[in-house]
C-alpha cells in the first residue's frame, strides 16, 4: 500500500471513487475513508464493547479487514453501512469470546414496548456565535459524560441503535442494514432506548435541581448582614417613605 498523498485525489471523492483506488492500493484513498468515517464507526464500537480501548483496537481490526476485503466490495449497500457491518461483526465476536472467557451467555431481553411514546422535539441549538465560556465548556463535558454514562448503561442492543439512529442519523433503513436486524425492531428499539435514557436522565435532573441556585449558609448570611448594616447605618437617600397601612385606599391620581 501506498501511503503518500494522490496528487489526483479529488477532495470531494465519494465513497464509491475511494473504494475503487482503495482496491488497487492507494493509501492516501484509505485514510480519507477512515477519517471520512471514524466518528461514526467508533461511536458504534464503543457503544457496543463499553471500553475505550476495547473499542479502538476493535476498529483497528475492522480497518484491516476492510482494506483487504474492499476488491470484493459489491456495492449491494452503501459503503459506509458495510463498515459499519464489519464494526458490528467485529464487536460481537470480542463479545462472544469475552462470554466464553468468563462463562457468562450474553442475553438482552426487550421489555414491552406498549406503553412507550416518542420523545419531545429537541431544544434548540446554541447561537454558535456566542464565545462558551469555560464554565460553560465545563457544564457541557459533564453532561456529556452522564450521557455516556447512561448510554454504558443501556442494554447494548438499544444503544447501538441509539448511536446509529440518534447521534449519527442514520436512517431506520440503513441502521437496520448495518445492525443486521429487521426495521422493525429499530424503531422500536430507538424508541425504547430514548424512553430508557429519558427516564435516567430525568432521575439525575430531579437529584440535581435540589441544588439549583442553591440558598447555602454564606449566602444568607451575606443578604442578612447587608440589610442589617443599612437598617442601623441609613445613607442619606436610603430612607424609604412610609408605606400605607394595608387597609388604605390607592391615592387618587
Not at 119 to 146: F, G, I, K, N, V
Amino acid at each position: 500500500m501506498d501511503a503518500r498523498l494522490s496528487p489526483d485525489l479529488p477532495a470531494r471523492a465519494d465513497d464509491a471513487e475511494l473504494a475503487r483506488r482503495i482496491a488497487a492500493g492507494d493509501g492516501a484513498a484509505f485514510e480519507r475513508l477512515m477519517r471520512r468515517h471514524n466518528r461514526r464507526l467508533y461511536r458504534l464500537a464503543r457503544v457496543m464493547l463499553r471500553n475505550d480501548g476495547d473499542a479502538e483496537d476493535a476498529l483497528q481490526e475492522a480497518y484491516l479487514r476492510a482494506f483487504h476485503a474492499l476488491g470484493g466490495f459489491r456495492a449491494e449497500a452503501s459503503l459506509a453501512t458495510w463498515l459499519s457491518q464489519l464494526v458490528t461483526h467485529e464487536c460481537l465476536s470480542r463479545l462472544r469470546k469475552q462470554a466464553r472467557r468468563d462463562g457468562i451467555a450474553r442475553m438482552v431481553q426487550a421489555e414491552p414496548l406498549a406503553d412507550e411514546q416518542p420523545l419531545d422535539a429537541e431544544t434548540e441549538a446554541m447561537d454558535p456565535s456566542h464565545a462558551e465560556r469555560p464554565e460553560e465548556a465545563l457544564a457541557r463535558a459533564q453532561l456529556r459524560a452522564l450521557i455516556e454514562r447512561r448510554l454504558d448503561e443501556l442494554p447494548e442492543a438499544f444503544s447501538s441503535v441509539f448511536v446509529l439512529r440518534g447521534l449519527e442519523e442514520l436512517s431506520v433503513e440503513e441502521t437496520a442494514q448495518s445492525l443486521g436486524i429487521p426495521e422493525a425492531t429499530v424503531r422500536s428499539r430507538y424508541f425504547r432506548a430514548r424512553g430508557l435514557l429519558r427516564k435516567s436522565l430525568a432521575a439525575d435532573i430531579d437529584l440535581a435541581q435540589q441544588g439549583v441556585f442553591a440558598f447555602d449558609g454564606e449566602r444568607c448570611d451575606r443578604i442578612v448582614g447587608a440589610v442589617l448594616r443599612r437598617l442601623h447605618n441609613p445613607g442619606p437617600t436610603a430612607a424609604p417613605s412610609a408605606a400605607p397601612p394595608p387597609d388604605a385606599p390607592p391615592a387618587s391620581p
